[in-house]
């Protein structure tokens, strides 16, 4: 067990749809990690918060946002849904949110859009 | 901006031989390198990390990785394979390097290793 809880486990939904994922980072950990881990792209890094603040931002559509909130727990807002959007979302959590931090992951969100 | 290539999607190996699972990064900044395993519907797990202090790197359940610079590989062995390695196994780069690339970690591919009785 990790320390970083994901909710909800699994979704399923249709395309246009609007879904929200959740995050608890471990606890002391100030920095939350967003990755998307599909078939096709494999892991590929979406944003990054650190103390509530969006620090770094990787390949994320537009149509997805993120935010990190007073208590360090984290959303993604996934909207418009396609079908391409179907994956596993991972979040981490890190203690400064620098490269020499381990980084480590929740149990993730399996998206399927239907 | 970085990258990681391992090379071989799927390895195999009998139990109790030496497992050796490649990767080749690049990167324009002192690059700091991850290996990362994943046991099905699973999250990832570190095995072991190189943050720039010894270049061979000790980690869990017995492996270990050797980082050369002048190859620019970091590659994960271990010298006897048992059954409940089998998973996937990512090797990922990071930095400290501001901007947008501050902490994220790239990753590799992937590698499936599947060890036979």
């Known amino acids: 067990d990790s320390g970083v809880t994901q909710t909800p486990k699994h979704l399923i939904t249709a395309t246009g749809q609007r879904v929200t994922l959740r995050c608890s980072p471990r606890s002391g950990d100030l920095s939350v990690y967003w990755y998307q881990q599909s078939l096709d792209q494999g892991l590929q890094f979406l944003i990054q918060y650190y103390n509530g603040e969006e620090r770094a931002k990787g390949n994320i559509l537009e149509r997805f946002s993120a935010q990190q909130f007073p208590d360090l727990h984290s959303e993604l807002n996934l909207s418009s849904l396609e079908l391409g959007d179907s994956a596993l979302y991972f979040c981490?959590?890190?203690?400064?949110?620098?490269?020499?931090?381990?980084?480590?992951f929740g149990p993730g969100t399996r998206l399927t859009v239907l | 901006a970085q990258s990681v290539t391992q090379l071989g999607s799927h390895v195999s190996v009998s139990e109790g031989a030496l497992v050796l699972l490649r990767c080749n990064y690049s990167?324009?900044?002192?690059?700091?390198l991850f290996w990362y395993v994943q046991y099905p519907n699973q999250g990832l797990q570190l095995l072991l990390k190189y943050t720039s202090a010894a270049t061979l790197v000790k980690g869990i359940n017995g492996f270990e990785a050797e980082f050369k610079k002048s190859e620019t590989s970091f590659h994960l062995t271990k010298p006897s394979a048992h059954m409940s390695d089998a998973a996937e196994y990512f090797c990922a780069v990071s930095s400290n390097a501001g901007g947008t690339s501050y902490g994220k970690l790239t990753f590799g591919q992937g590698t499936i290793l599947t060890v036979h009785p």
């Open positions: 990167s324009s900044v002192p690059p700091y």
């Open positions: 981490a959590s890190s203690v400064a949110g620098i490269g020499t931090d381990t980084q480590y």
